[in-house]
């Protein structure tokens, strides 16, 4: 094997702990960068720190601004974060294979304000390579929940779909 080829581990399953040294990039909100031109500045999310200790929904789609993904699959958790909410989750966090400014601009293009929703870049796409659930070079469209670091959910749709990895899925799960 070639020293620049990534070597995949196995996908995540209930019961395993959410991996160490998991990063993503993006930029904070903050008042000042609210509106949707306004760039702001890409900083790396230390995800297995942040989600330390917390119950965490963590969902990724192949891309921002797409049809799947802004008219099936972010709608359902804006919906449904009251009742995510109320099940405890502390954190909901998206991630796409697009950079940071790109899903800054998804978010407040959705009226997402503060860290409501969080969404994150996958930069390269490493965090979805490193447990195999990819769609080409990009994210795949999958579902994850981890609770106090453990995984207690973790599911990839098997096609072009919006199911198990659907808000209100991972509700049924909560």
């Not at 963590?58 to 993904?69: H, I, Q, R």
């Not at 978010?107 to 769609?135: C, H, M, Q, R, V």
């Amino acid at each position: 094997m070639a020293n620049n080829q990534e070597v995949e581990l196995s996908t995540l399953k209930v019961g395993d702990s959410f991996p160490a040294g998991v990063t993503f990039s993006y930029v904070p909100y903050t008042p000042e960068n609210s509106d949707i031109t306004s760039c702001g500045i890409p900083t790396n999310y230390d995800a297995s720190k942040e989600f330390a200790g917390k119950r965490v929904v963590l969902f990724s789609v192949p891309g921002a601004f797409t049809p799947g993904c802004s008219a099936r699959h972010l709608p359902g958790y804006i919906q449904n974060l009251p009742a995510l909410k109320s099940k405890g989750v502390d954190i909901v966090a998206v991630i796409a294979f697009n950079d940071a400014w790109v899903m800054s601009a998804w978010g407040k293009a959705n009226g997402i304000k503060g860290d409501d929703i969080l969404f994150l870049s996958d930069p390269e796409a490493k965090f979805s390579k490193s447990i195999g659930w990819t769609n080409g070079e990009r994210t795949a469209r999958y579902a994850v929940v981890i609770d106090n670091g453990k995984v207690i959910y973790a599911e990839k749709e098997p096609g072009r779909e919006v199911t198990v990895s659907s808000a209100e899925a991972v509700l049924s799960k909560l």
